[in-house]
């Protein structure tokens, strides 16, 4: 099953027949918000609003780990993430969609960035980050609509909630060489991996960051908000369309990235740990 995961402005999906709600609790914490099971585009799909309903959390303040455990043990596989995002590139513009392929923690460490630890030693491989067949699948179906999508497209994440200064839009941009610049993928993406899931974002370009001469193009509230809402449509219309064909499946490094990845015999775990393993494995 697909999970979506709504940014900022994506609390809720249109058209979604609800079939089932999920209130649950996770050994990580309780997720952003309640899980929703539905018929989408006539497909089942789970939604989760990364920041709460009502956009409770700041993305410093999401549990990340709830989210996707939480997903998972409900039955998602793979996960599409929609986020807000700054152009560090004159040809991503405001109100373009693209899908990163790469990504660049330039976090603060004030996240909880893995499900392993307190007992646990595990080291998945992040080289490739983003799933290509689940890339493959959105591409195909941004072709079929003939909607613009940027691709391969390298995205710096930075812990907010401030916006940035341009000294870090320019290290972003011509040090990390990242094209994108947001505050929410991170430790997402990765927890994705941990959990044996495929998962891609798309990408909704709001702003120019910072880093251009003229002001009036640097990011604000005011702007996202004048842009965000025609990009959430094209986003809508991009899942809808994905949803019309078969995924191709997950390869297998990704789908069995925990097999060689855990240093940890089982005998040495609590119950408790072998438990939520369970999940992590399935």
Known sequence: MLGIIGGSGLYSLEGLKIAKEYDIDTPFGKPSSTIIEG???GKNILFL???GIGHKYLPHEVNYRANIFALKKCGARRIVGISAAGSL???LKPGDLALAEQYFDHTRGKRDYSFFGNGIAAHVSTAHPACPALSKDITTAANRLNMPLHTGKAYGCVEGPRLGTRTESFFLRD???CDLVGMTNVPEVFLAREAQMA???ICLVTDYDCWMDDPAQHVSVEKFFEVYGGAIEKAKALLGELLKSPFTDTPDDIR???KMSILTPDEAMSVEQKEWMTVLRA
């Open 175 to 177: 040090a990390a060489k």
């Open 39 to 41: 018929i989408y585009e």
């Open 89 to 91: 590139r004159k040809s």
């Open 49 to 51: 609003s990364r920041h």
């Open 199 to 201: 998962y891609c974002t």
């Open 256 to 258: 069995h990235s925990l």
